[in-house]
T-cell receptor
């Protein structure tokens, strides 16, 4: 069974600085998808970024980028130029590509605080 | 309009009560999911419905009973709950046939069992 581990329960960053959130996963599959979700106090889970395992190029979305290391099974999220609105809980998630309709598997999450 | 709507947002119930959580999605998706979010734990997948049929039940206690009457609606019926069942219950949906697709979430129901 696949598992997702986020080893940092809490992280903090100052506005305009850069922060990296860690995620590792365990799988025997070669093709899968990885996601980072953001959960602000409103509780609405929002997709931040997605990575396809067969693509070597790291995904980027504006200030958000990932460092995907397939051999190491590592998928970290880098937030550049942090803003107060980035404060939230961030979840790393895994989905197999071998079967339709499968659910995402999540880590425990990392709470990010941003100070001015 | 968030796409996935959950009601109620908050629920307090006694251990002998029966209540239901409702989830509705307006995205045309045909896979829906119930997750339980407790503090300091990963989101726990409870149930998966694909094409209105339950395809996964991760050993959830029978006091939780899901129902999916059509592809747009998902319910979670609750009865004889325990205090440890207090948590945030999240509903999500995605297009069944697109493995790369993200899951879209509702805002959750904060359940407190007293």
């Amino acid at each position: 069974a696949q598992t997702v581990t986020q080893s940092q329960p809490e992280m903090s960053v100052q506005e305009a600085e850069t922060v990296t959130l860690s995620c590792t996963y365990d799988t025997s599959e070669s093709d899968y998808y990885l996601f980072w979700y953001k959960q602000p106090p409103s509780r609405q889970m929002i997709l931040v970024i997605r990575q396809e395992a067969y693509k070597q190029q790291n995904a980027t979305e504006n200030r958000f980028s990932v460092n995907f290391q397939k051999a190491a099974k590592s998928f970290s999220l880098k937030i550049s130029d942090s803003q107060l609105g980035d404060a939230a809980m961030y979840f790393c998630a895994y989905r197999t590509s071998n079967q339709a309709g499968t659910a995402l598997i999540f880590g425990k999450g990392t709470t990010l605080s941003v100070s001015s | 309009e968030t796409g996935v709507t959950q009601t109620p947002r908050h629920l307090v119930m006694g251990m002998t009560n029966k209540k239901s959580l409702k989830c509705e999605q307006h995205l045309g998706h045909n896979a829906m999911y119930w997750y339980k979010q407790s503090a300091k734990k990963p989101l726990e997948l409870m149930f998966v419905y694909s094409l209105e049929e339950r395809v996964e039940n991760n050993s959830v206690p029978s006091r939780f009973s899901p129902e999916c009457p059509n592809s747009s609606h998902l319910f979670l019926h609750l009865h004889t709950l325990q205090p440890e069942d207090s948590a945030l219950y999240l509903c999500a949906s995605s297009p069944w046939e697109v493995v790369a697709a993200e899951a879209f979430f509702g805002q959750g129901t904060r359940l407190t069992v007293v």
